[in-house]
């Protein structure tokens, strides 16, 4: 029988209990190691396996030889992570939201999230239209990660539609860059286009319509079309680095 998914988020924050974060020092210019006093709180809401090992039981799951997700050891090198399985109730509260492959949101979410960046939050989303990552668990399974992203509403407010090329070759590569910045891996990615009957909104899609850059009321929103950088690796390090940059360019200023 399917696990919930509160019974997942609850075994996930006894996780976070028991695991310690490594601190690594900041990649970025000019900057240095962070202490654990002085990391701004990041609120995580996603359905990928980033604070959780996929496993078949909750034994498993707190195995002490288990080791973190990469991701998981880079956002705790700069962020106090506050894992989230609603955008509900506590209010989103932290200036910093992380949203990766999100289940679907409900009505009350999606106006929480519109309202909660209008007043000033600054939200990185990764919204994939054809998630890519294997996973432990079958289709059905309300533990395996969402394989199709859906954000049409959200999205829509915001004056932006996501669209999916069925021909596009598949295989993971580098996405086009727009500088000489760190690079970004993508496998199917979608991509991001204007509509018409955003509010208050103002967006530029960039890196061939991967990522959209937008301005909502007092806050900022960075969207990228993709989700396969939170895939496992032999090359950590150069995920970690493209997270590193994205981090900066959403909540940095």
């Not at 924050?13 to 310690?20: I, R, W």
């Not at 080791?67 to 090198?77: C, D, G, I, M, S």
């Not at 090329?165 to 204007?194: F, W």
Request: charged share 25%.
């Amino acid at each position: 029988m399917a696990v919930s998914r509160r019974w997942r988020f609850g075994a996930a924050l006894l996780v976070c209990a028991l695991v310690v974060g490594a601190g690594v020092a900041w990649k970025s210019s000019g900057s240095r190691a962070v202490s654990a006093q002085e990391r701004p709180r990041l609120m995580l809401f996603t359905s990928l396996p980033i604070l959780w090992n996929e496993t078949p039981d909750l034994a498993a799951m707190l195995r002490a030889d288990a080791p973190p997700h990469w991701a998981r050891r880079a956002l705790e090198a700069h962020y106090t992570l506050v894992a989230r399985d609603t955008l509900l109730a506590p209010p989103l509260d932290a200036r910093f939201l992380l949203l990766a492959q999100p289940r679907p949101l409900a009505p009350q979410e999606n106006v929480a999230l519109d309202d909660w960046v209008r007043a000033g939050g600054r939200l990185l989303l990764f919204a994939d239209p054809m998630l890519t990552a294997d996973s432990t668990y079958a289709l059905g399974d309300r533990r395996r990660p969402q394989d199709i992203v859906l954000l049409s509403p959200i999205l829509a407010r915001w004056g932006l539609e996501l669209r999916f090329d069925e021909d596009q070759p598949a295989g993971e590569h580098d996405a086009a860059r727009e500088s000489a910045g760190a690079a970004l891996p993508v496998n199917l990615p979608g991509q991001l286009a204007p509509r018409p009957g955003g509010h208050d909104a103002r967006c530029a899609i960039v890196r061939e319509g991967l990522v959209a850059r937008c301005r909502i009321g007092r806050g900022r929103a960075l969207i990228v079309a993709d989700a396969a950088l939170f895939e496992p690796s032999g090359a950590d390090g150069k995920r970690a680095a493209a997270l590193d940059s994205l981090l900066e360019d959403a909540f940095a200023g």
